[in-house]
């Protein structure tokens, strides 16, 4: 067949402007399609227990307030025993439970009835006691790499984790809080890496008490994208964490390589107005590295 040299190049030109302006279509798409509702969004801080500096509570609370930190992230062990002591702490202040972190015994996909069992009643004590200090909900793991031993990654473990999470979730529900996986990076876990696939299981259970969130120290390690990782969990997500993408210290502490904006962009979008809290180390001193800390995510939820 004879070739149209007038029409090849007329087809090749065509091709390659559509090649140039490929990102600008793609953004037009994004920009029809994604959601946009900055005007509800907000950048809550929180901090876990050993950020700030302070000997007891009070002291934590009083150096979180000079900063604007609003929210307070406690371990789940041993919480039920705590619950009075941080509504005492709390009151009065402009500080609020944000998420409970774990404290949980046993773990929900071991092969032993036992030990499932265990986590199921632990999570359970932890949840009441959440629901009781208003958080958002209670962070867990479904098997961390070091829990053997395990049930096998298939299709079927699959399904007994949305059996159980729709009664655990069930439980939350009724404690007007929720339970939120967490993703973490494969060094960790083996079961639940990307925030898309907490976001899938959350939907699969469809339950008002199972939800997940997104930690930007996991992501940098097994996301391709913070946007799109936040993005993925949709309406399911319900909680961040923060820390430094290196070295898992204070944001700030590692450079230009603590760069958050492109989530906090997808944050932006999904109007999320929940916490951003600190799971991080420190290495240098507390009372100029936390508040630099500060500053640095502000200004970077500003530049989104």
């Not at 098997?143 to 059996?163: G, I, K």
């Not at 898992?248 to 958050?260: I, K, L, T, V």
């Not at 932006?268 to 640095?296: H, I, W």
Request: negative net charge; hydrophobic residues 40%; charged residues 25%.
């Amino acid at each position: 067949m004879a070739l149209d040299r007038r029409q090849f190049l007329k087809t090749t030109l065509s091709g390659a402007a559509i090649a140039t302006a490929g990102g600008s279509v793609w953004s037009a798409c994004c920009e029809k399609t994604a959601p946009n509702n900055t005007t509800t969004a907000e950048l809550k801080i929180s901090f876990q227990e050993g950020i700030a500096p302070g000997e007891n509570l009070n002291e934590k609370f009083d150096f979180m307030e000079k900063l604007g930190v609003v929210g307070f992230e406690p371990g789940g062990k041993g919480l039920a025993g705590r619950v009075e002591e941080i509504k005492q702490a709390l009151n009065g202040r402009n500080i609020r439970v944000s998420a409970i972190c774990a404290g949980f015994q046993g773990f929900i996909l071991s092969t032993d009835e036992s030990v499932r069992k265990q986590c199921m009643d632990t999570m359970k004590e932890i949840i009441t006691a959440a629901g009781e200090l208003g958080s958002v909900g209670v962070i867990i793991v479904p098997a961390f790499n070091s829990q053997v031993p395990v049930l096998p990654h298939t299709q079927e473990t699959r399904d007994f984790l949305c059996e159980q999470f729709t009664e655990m979730g069930n439980f939350a529900a009724n404690h007007n809080t929720t339970v939120i996986f967490e993703p973490l990076n494969r060094r960790e876990a083996f079961y639940l890496r990307l925030v898309a696939d907490a976001a899938s299981i959350c939907r699969d259970i469809h339950n008002p008490g199972v939800r997940c969130m997104g930690d930007f120290w996991h992501m940098t390690a097994e996301e391709t994208c913070d946007m799109g990782a936040f993005l993925s969990a949709g309406e399911y997500l319900q909680h961040v964490h923060v820390a430094s993408r290196k070295r898992r210290s204070m944001p700030g502490e590692d450079g230009d390589a603590d760069n958050y904006v492109a989530g906090f962009k997808a944050l932006k979008m999904l109007g999320y107005n929940k916490y951003v809290s600190f799971e991080c180390g420190c290495q240098g001193e507390r009372n100029t590295v936390v508040p630099a800390a500060v500053e640095l995510l502000r200004k970077q939820w500003e530049e989104a």
